[in-house]
């Protein structure tokens, strides 16, 4: 008869931490299922027979920094040493130094390649997957492997070659690669189905930048947000560590395929991106990119070999610096979407130029003639002014656009979008009837521009 029991355990809290308990207790050959919270000091052991002995417990994890206790810890922090070791402050200074950088990249236009978003770069969707196999992914994907290890060991023997003991490991990532590109198809596919407006991918990316930040609050540590921690309800916990429910050759591969349903803040992140791809071949490049950044990390913890799972203490500062840069990117995307709805948001985007303001354009057969370069840098100028109640052409030169600026919207201005072209001059005419500032953007939202108009 399987039975459960609550410890509590005082240390460190990190999702990689809550691995390596996960694992050393599922070592012992009575436990059928952990799960482990460092962040609420916990740790729900299932078992047959009798129940692990706190004296045993401790032993095991003594050269951890671990100690298990049978009542609740009150009067005391269960986390002092984390306290005493300032990694907040250190991944703070870590997290700065790369918020830095990208913004030094964004200003000289690669920036792209770090920010995510459903037109993001693969290298940044692989990066956003490994930081996934390093966060809230590991705590549920990894779980999952070391429930299964003792199962797998036993089917496909302990006296096999290497490639045999490893089979396994392999068969599960490849179930889930090829599920989560296949995936990212159908969202791509659905998405183009919609017709997906600019206006509702923004208010979409909005969505999942709250989604990003509350992922980030966590990886911080924040209690109130640690309530909204995704997990498998006990039921199917349960239903994984029992053995005989995984009996099958092809199991390992039909269970990785099957982890495109857990609740990851993060994988959900990328699949809303996919599906805002509205490309049935870019929805699955995001999702193959992404899924491809947390195999080696999973794959490792399938072989218990990582060191990083033995060394808490860098494993918690990883989570924070993380969690930090989760926060900034959500943010950021914040700011870049605001720009597309019209709002009046900061320019971190500061390479372009900006004309006299107190120069007007000339008025050609009664027309206001603006002009305009586009590169990938940004638009020169990037500060225009009119009068109103006058006609304008405005005249935009490419000079070599990228992906992102070579096409410009602005909501408070025209309905659709300028294309430009390399080489050539997009022109578009309109008439602004009320004095103030409008903003307009490429089409991303991440390079901005702004045009007066004056009585």
Request: with cysteine.
């Amino acid at each position: 008869m399987i039975k459960e029991h609550i410890y509590y355990v005082k240390g460190m809290h990190c999702a990689s931490c809550e691995i390596l308990i996960e694992k050393k207790l599922l070592e012992l050959p009575n436990i059928k299922s952990v799960n482990a919270s460092t962040a609420k000091g916990e740790v729900v052991v299932e078992y047959e027979d009798v129940k692990p002995k706190i004296e045993n417990l401790n032993k095991i994890f003594e050269k951890d920094n671990y100690k298990f206790f049978e009542n609740q810890i009150k009067g005391e922090d269960f986390n002092k040493n984390h306290k005493k070791s300032s990694p907040t402050l250190i991944a703070f200074n870590i997290a700065a130094f790369i918020i830095i950088a990208f913004l030094i990249l964004d200003k000289i236009g690669i920036g792209g390649f770090i920010n995510v978003n459903s037109t993001s770069s693969l290298g940044a969707f692989f990066m956003f997957g490994i930081l996934a196999s390093l966060s809230s992914c590991a705590a549920l994907v990894g779980g999952i492997i070391l429930s299964m290890s003792k199962q797998w060991g036993e089917l496909y023997g302990n006296n096999s070659t290497i490639f045999k003991k490893i089979q396994p490991h392999i068969t599960f990532n490849l179930g889930r690669i090829i599920a989560y590109g296949i995936f990212g198809a159908i969202l791509g596919i659905i998405g183009n189905r919609l017709q997906i407006s600019l206006q509702f991918t923004a208010f979409m990316i909005i969505t999942i930048s709250f989604l990003m930040i509350v992922l980030g609050l966590q990886m911080l540590g924040v209690k109130y947000f640690r309530k909204f921690q995704l997990s498998l309800p006990k039921s199917a916990t349960r239903f994984i560590a029992n053995e005989n429910n995984f009996k099958g050759k092809f199991m390992p591969f039909l269970m990785g395929a099957a982890t495109i349903i857990l609740p990851c803040g993060f994988t959900i992140t990328a699949e809303g991106l996919a599906l805002l791809s509205s490309n049935p071949l870019q929805g699955f490049l995001i999702m193959l990119a992404f899924v491809l950044g947390t195999t080696p990390i999973l794959f490792s913890i399938g072989f218990s070999s990582i060191k990083f799972l033995s060394k808490p203490n860098f494993a918690e500062k990883f989570s924070k610096v993380a969690g930090f840069l989760v926060l900034f990117f959500a943010l950021f995307n914040i700011n870049t979407q605001m720009n597309i709805l019209g709002f009046v948001m900061p320019n971190f985007n500061t390479s372009s130029s900006a004309i006299n303001q107190n120069e007007l354009p000339q008025i050609i057969k009664g027309v206001q003639v603006l002009k305009m370069n586009a590169n990938s840098r940004g638009y020169s100028p990037n500060y225009l002014k009119v009068k109103t109640g006058i006609p304008i052409r405005w005249e935009i030169t490419d000079t070599g656009t990228s992906g992102c600026t070579n096409a410009i919207i602005s909501k408070s201005l025209f309905s659709g979008e300028i294309r430009l072209t390399p080489g050539e001059t997009s022109i578009k005419e309109f008439t602004i009837s009320k004095p103030g500032k409008y903003k307009f953007s490429c089409w991303m939202g991440m390079v901005t521009g702004t045009i007066e108009a004056i009585n």
